[in-house]
Structure formats: structure tokens, C-alpha cells
């Protein structure tokens, strides 16, 4: 009998005692063969259902904090103060190694190999044809995350069985190659792109555009790391299995750009541009609407009428507006803040202070923030910014004329100002307040996918807001950083502006103006909190410079792509209490750094990709350990 593929609920008990005879050659009434499964079209749906259910993404809406483990925020939560005092990251981090995934993956293709079910009229072959290239896509995407995390893996293409004979060695396999997990993903990948519906309106499955995708990207991982990991030559491994040859670059990043195109040039996706009067609030609706939304590519999808929702809203709308007297997890840093560029295609740090060093007067905390890439306010709640009909509460408090603060440390404190007989509120009930979570530390909120549906900040209701793993606008920077790399920046530039006038830039840069660092920036402030920064900086081999151990403070040089950046900072607004002055009523901002964030990112070598147990080498001791570990 073949391997059991799902379990089913049974609902019912044995009234009586049955013969060892009968028990042992009866039929089990919990679990289908995958026979009985391949008989059945909702059956098969049901087990490819649950393949992609088991995709690992590192970052997710399941898993809010590890979205703080870098310099993008700081994690306004008790539980997780420790991300900002562990100076150096461990080398297990981040990885991966799950070959009882792999093993289901290849049950299941040899199952459809092997059975003669849906094997009648044209309809259900092309059905049964499009279940195993949706099954090849999970297993070509899961060796993608196997490869950026660990370099060369196991290539295992069968179910393996073990015959009892005492002796494992021959289901022991080496390492392959770091660039041959490329090739088989960028192959594999090109073989079922044409096997899989070429639809916009479907989302959670593979499709023509998820798999092309998937190849761009896998394809400019590899060029990167080719080309620049001869920056990092210690990074490698003698037999291959970590590091690709610099001679190997050209040609992935011609498949990169290949497969891009191909998608560009369907027609089938675009950039969303639902809301062109608030570009803001349409950057932030991507990841909300799930209606004609044609910039979505794959995702993981929820649903409230099935149950299957998640709680990152509960853990991440503003603490003033919420539905469950928290939220506020994720707070951005004053580091990504600033580097979203000014309307001019200028970068510069907020203007706190003038050329004097005196700070500036504003009418409005939202008045610093103005004429900046619209990406900023669809990413990231400032001070001031409103949320489902409500404005926010950030402000640190009162600035006396003298310089003195009057503020408190709970939220929505009450304190006494001076020449007033009685107590006024003095500090925002979003915070900021040193230590205090749950609330605005940085003086900054998360917008990107926290959701405004009535209920979706209940516990009992939470959101049904999809996460997105690719979309259209990262087909268009593939493309770009592809043509920039093989020497053309006319185009790239073409595909960048693109990109860019969604976010409000009117004025279109030039091929002179695309530049490495430029590439890696419009990454940096397009992709924010989709899952995208840790991969990008190793792939460039940038994370050594950037989280290089050093407490170095808020860098000036906001487009340098090696700029280090260790410490998230934060931004604080206080109002002036000066009754008799012209200055009564403005806003003032100073920057911090949260009291909770004692030592800075180290990342080291040792952590470009990520270490394989002492368990896993012992069983198989072909398996070679990753380097500088």
C-alpha cells in the first residue's frame, strides 16, 4: 500500500471486539491512500492545499518579531527587548532544513506518476498536468529557501525508502553545489511555466506569473552572489557547495532579466493605482485589497469565513486606537524613516535642527514629514498620521521655553504646566515613553498590511489581510537591477521610474543616475517589512559593512549602500509651552535612541548562510559544514 498522504476526522468508535484476522487486514478509516486520493479531484486539491500551507517564509504575519531583528524597527514588546542587546546573531539563525517536506513533495509527484486516475478525457488530464506543476513549483520554490539560507543542499528528487538491511550509507547525499540548487530552481521552474494558467484573479496558487517570478528572482540571488561574493572570498567552500564563480554572473542575470520581461511584457499584471488622489493611502492598500488588484502575484492567503486569520494587527495597530488595549509591536526606526527621498529625487536627513543647530518650528508634527516619497506615509504611521477615521496620539510632551520638559510616564499622562492651576495631559496616549511597550517608542507606527477592517484588532476576529510573496513592482526592480548589471541603464532606469511615479516622483531620473546604491535603495524603501532585507543584504554581500558591530550614530549618508547601520534610532515630537512667546504651540522633534537597545547589529561572517546541526553531519557525514563557523 502506498504512503498515506491525509488524515481525516473519524466519528466514530467500534461497538464491539473484532477478530486479529479481521482488525489486521481491515481498511483504515482516519487516513487515504494516495490512490483513493487521485480519485478524487477535491482530494487532490486538498493535499496540494496543504503543501502550500507548509512554504516557510522566514518573515511573516505569523511571526511579527522577527521583523525587528534588524535595523528597519525596534520591538516595543517586554518579550523581545533582548533583539536590541544581543550584539551578534547566532549562526543557526534563519535556517532551514526540512527534507520530511521534501520527502511529502516527492510522495506526492510519484504518486501522479505512478496512478492512472484522472487520466481520461482532455479536461482532466490538463488538470492533473497543472496539480504536478503547481507540486514542482512548492518543491522548486522550498530548495529556493534552502539555498538562500544554507548554500548547497542535498538534492533529492524521489522519495527515499529505507530497506532495514543495517546499513543507511546509500540514502546518505552530499552536498550539491550552491549553483546547481540555482539550476535545478531556474530549470525546473522553466519547465512547468507553461503548464500553470497565465491568470491574474488567482492569488494562493501557482500560476504562469508566480513561476516567472519566482525565476527572476532566484536567477538575480545567484548573479549577486557571484558577483559579489568575490568581495568575500573567505565566504566559500572548496567543493562549491557556498559560493558560485564570478564567471557565472552574466548569465543569471540574463535569465533574471529574461524571466522579468516575460512577465512585464504579458500584460497581465500592473501597479496598483487604485486611490491615485492619496498616493499615501494607495501604496498602504497593495496589501490590503483583495479586490481587481492586479500588482499581486502569489501570496498566502486568509480567510475569516474559514477561520484561518492571523493576529498581526492585534499585535501592531496604534495603542490609542485599538480594539484590545495593545498593539504597537513593531515600531520603525528613525533609520528607514529618513531614507525614504524628498519629491526632488534628493536625499536628506529630517530637518530637525537648522544650519545653527537650533531646533525647527513647525506648525504641525506632519508638517517634517511633507514632500516626501509617498511610500514613507503608505509604510510607516508618523506623528499626526490618522488611522480608520481616527488621529494619532504621538507626542513625547511639553518643551518649556527654557528647554525643560514636562512630560509623564504613562501614556495620556496628566501633569502641571507652568502659571496652570490645574493638570493637563501631557504626554500622547500613543507614547513615546521610554521602556514602555506596546506603544510608539520610536515615535514611529507600522501602517504596511496593520489593517483598518472593523474587528481585525479584536482577538476574537483578528485579519484576514493576505501576505504577500511577490508582486508586480519587484518584477519591475528585478529587471531593473538585471539591466543595470548587464550594462544597460537606459532601461533600467525605464523600469525604475516606473515604480517611482506610483510613489509621486514627477520628476523621472536619468540612466546617469543608476548607480549600485541607488538600486539597493529603491529596495530598501519599496520593500520595507515584506521579507526582503536579510536576503538582499547577503546576496550583496552588504551585511558585514552595514551591521558591522560598531555603535556608529544615525548616518547623514542616507543613499551609501554600505553605510553602516546598527541601532534603530527614534524621532520624538514635543509640543512648545511658551505662552508669551511667538513660538507657542509648534512642534519640535529630537531624536533618541530607546534606553532598551544596548548593543549594536554584528553581523559576521559566519552568518551568510546558516549553520547545519551537529545531528544532521553525524547521520550523514558527507554533509560539509558552512564556513567561518
Avoid at 483513493?36 to 505569523?62: F, G, I, M
Avoid at 520527502?103 to 506526492?108: A, E, K, Q, S, T
Avoid at 510607516?380 to 528647554?403: C, E, H, R
Avoid at 534603530?568 to 509651552?577: D, S
Wanted: proline content about 5%; some cysteine; overall charge negative.
Amino acid at each position: 500500500m502506498k504512503k498515506y498522504i491525509i488524515a481525516i476526522i473519524v466519528a466514530c468508535s467500534f461497538a464491539s471486539c473484532q477478530k486479529d484476522s479481521e482488525f489486521l487486514t481491515r481498511e483504515p478509516t482516519d487516513i487515504l491512500t494516495y490512490e483513493q486520493v487521485w480519485s478524487d479531484e477535491k482530494l487532490v486539491l486538498a493535499a496540494v492545499a496543504d503543501l502550500y500551507d507548509r512554504l516557510p517564509d522566514y518573515q511573516q504575519l505569523t511571526n511579527w518579531w522577527e521583523f525587528t531583528n534588524f535595523d528597519e524597527a525596534f520591538a516595543s514588546n517586554f518579550g523581545d527587548y533582548w533583539r536590541h542587546k544581543n550584539q551578534e546573531w547566532g549562526y543557526g539563525d534563519w535556517g532551514y532544513w526540512d527534507y520530511g517536506f521534501i520527502r511529502d513533495i516527492n510522495l506526492f509527484l510519484q504518486a501522479a506518476e505512478e496512478t492512472d486516475q484522472m487520466e481520461g478525457d482532455a479536461t482532466e488530464v490538463a488538470l492533473k498536468e497543472r496539480f504536478i506543476a503547481e507540486v514542482r513549483f512548492i518543491r522548486a520554490y522550498t530548495y529556493f529557501e534552502f539555498v538562500k539560507r544554507m548554500g548547497g543542499v542535498p538534492l533529492i528528487l524521489e522519495p527515499m525508502q529505507y530497506d532495514y538491511s543495517g546499513d543507511p550509507t546509500y540514502l546518505q547525499h552530499a552536498r550539491a553545489k550552491e549553483h546547481e540548487i540555482y539550476d535545478f530552481v531556474i530549470a525546473e521552474l522553466e519547465a512547468i511555466k507553461g503548464r500553470l494558467p497565465d491568470e491574474v484573479a488567482t492569488k494562493s496558487r501557482a500560476t504562469k506569473g508566480a513561476v516567472l517570478a519566482t525565476q527572476a528572482r532566484a536567477a538575480l540571488y545567484a548573479a549577486s552572489i557571484a558577483k559579489y561574493g568575490a568581495t568575500t572570498p573567505q565566504v566559500s567552500l572548496p567543493g562549491g557547495e557556498v559560493g558560485i564563480p564570478s564567471d557565472m554572473a552574466s548569465g543569471y542575470y540574463q535569465t533574471a532579466l529574461a524571466a522579468a520581461e516575460e512577465v512585464i511584457n504579458s500584460g497581465v499584471y500592473s501597479l496598483y493605482m487604485q486611490r491615485p488622489q492619496n498616493l499615501e493611502e494607495n501604496f498602504s492598500y497593495i496589501f490590503l485589497d483583495k479586490n481587481a488588484n492586479n500588482e499581486v502575484i502569489f501570496v498566502k492567503d486568509y480567510k475569516l469565513q474559514s477561520g484561518k486569520v492571523h493576529g498581526f494587527t492585534v499585535s501592531n495597530q496604534p495603542r490609542s486606537l485599538s480594539e484590545e488595549a495593545q498593539g504597537g509591536r513593531i515600531n520603525p526606526s528613525l533609520n528607514l524613516v529618513q531614507s525614504f527621498e524628498r519629491l526632488d529625487n534628493t536625499y536628506a536627513p529630517l530637518a530637525i535642527l537648522d544650519a545653527n543647530g537650533e531646533q525647527v518650528r513647525y506648525d504641525a508634527p506632519t508638517d517634517l514629514f511633507a514632500g516626501r516619497d509617498a511610500r514613507l506615509g503608505g509604510t510607516v504611521m508618523v506623528p499626526g498620521s490618522t488611522f480608520k477615521g481616527g488621529n494619532l496620539d504621538i507626542w513625547a510632551g511639553y518643551q518649556l521655553a527654557n528647554g525643560n520638559i514636562i512630560t509623564s510616564d504613562v501614556p495620556g499622562g496628566r501633569g502641571r504646566l507652568p502659571g496652570v492651576q490645574n493638570d493637563v495631559q501631557v504626554v500622547g496616549y500613543d507614547g513615546p515613553i521610554d521602556g514602555f511597550e506596546w506603544i510608539a517608542q520610536t515615535g514611529f507606527y507600522l501602517r504596511k498590511y496593520v489593517d483598518p477592517t472593523p474587528g481585525a484588532g479584536q482577538i476574537g476576529t483578528n485579519s484576514e489581510v493576505w501576505w504577500i510573496r511577490y508582486r508586480y513592482s519587484e518584477v519591475l526592480l528585478n529587471a531593473a537591477e538585471a539591466a543595470f548589471e548587464l550594462g544597460d541603464a537606459q532601461k533600467a532606469v525605464g523600469y525604475m521610474n516606473q515604480v517611482r511615479r506610483r510613489a509621486g516622483f514627477q520628476t523621472d531620473l536619468n540612466a546617469t543616475d543608476i548607480t549600485f546604491d541607488r538600486i539597493v535603495h529603491e529596495r530598501k524603501v519599496e520593500f520595507a517589512f515584506e521579507g526582503h532585507q536579510l536576503w538582499d543584504m547577503k546576496r550583496w554581500r552588504l551585511a558585514h559593512l552595514v551591521w558591522n558591530g560598531t555603535n556608529h550614530p544615525l548616518t547623514t549618508n542616507i543613499g551609501n549602500a554600505d553605510e553602516p547601520s546598527t541601532r534603530p534610532f527614534g524621532l520624538w515630537p514635543y509640543q512648545i509651552y511658551d505662552p508669551n512667546g511667538s513660538d507657542d504651540g509648534k512642534w519640535v522633534f529630537r531624536q533618541i535612541l530607546p534606553r532598551e537597545v544596548t548593543n549594536p547589529d554584528r553581523f559576521r561572517l559566519g552568518n551568510y548562510y546558516s549553520f547545519i546541526s551537529d545531528d544532521i553531519r553525524n547521520r550523514n557525514p558527507k554533509i560539509v559544514r558552512n564556513p567561518n563557523q
